[in-house]
């Protein structure tokens, strides 16, 4: 070794996969840690139930034909939540996605000791590791957030020379805590 702190270089072009991954992200560093997207099925379901107990629909006798209207109503909002949430995850986000600088462009990124570089066409930016708020990692991801929503993106398939676990290490030697997994 030459005495020198070691850099990595990964080049990459931004995917919707990408973007998606980095929502995820955000959703772990959230009050919820990352639970919330699932956490929202039963809650419908029980604000449901709790609104047809203050309708007064759960007091008293029930018929049977009562009780099967209420199933079929449970079913449907608990699909219904689904079908929106696949339509806000996959169509309005792939709009959203496609308003990004870096959506479907190529991305090289620079890590060294003295901080992050990047450069997505004709922008480019750097910061220093002290700008560093939270970090995320994933099997094929590292997250480097630098506020609650602006992160840059690490991808492993990005990493030129492979050294995973190196880059890994390196960046967690100079955050401010350890990477949340993800």
Not at 17 to 45: I, N, Q, S
Not at 118 to 134: L, T
């Amino acid at each position: 070794m030459t005495g020198q702190p070691p850099s990595f270089r990964l080049a990459y072009d931004g995917t919707f996969a990408d973007y998606r991954a980095l929502l995820r992200a955000r959703e772990r560093l959230g009050p919820l840690r990352g639970h919330g997207r699932w956490l929202r099925y039963p809650f419908v379901v029980g604000l449901f139930f709790a609104t047809l107990w203050w309708l007064g629909a759960l007091s008293g006798s029930r018929s049977a034909v009562a009780a099967v209207d209420i199933v079929q109503w449970v079913f449907a909002l608990v699909v219904f939540v689904a079908l929106v949430d696949i339509v806000f995850e996959h169509g309005i986000g792939r709009w959203v996605y496609s308003r990004y600088a870096a959506a479907d462009r190529p991305v090289a990124v620079s890590v060294d000791a003295e901080g992050v570089s990047w450069n997505v066409d004709a922008w480019s930016g750097r910061f220093a590791w002290s700008a560093v708020r939270n970090s995320v990692v994933t099997d094929d991801h590292l997250f480097v957030f630098i506020g609650k929503l602006e992160a840059i993106t690490l991808p492993r398939r990005g990493l030129e020379g492979g050294d995973w676990d190196g880059l890994l290490a390196f960046v967690t030697e100079r955050l401010p805590a350890s990477p949340v997994r993800g």
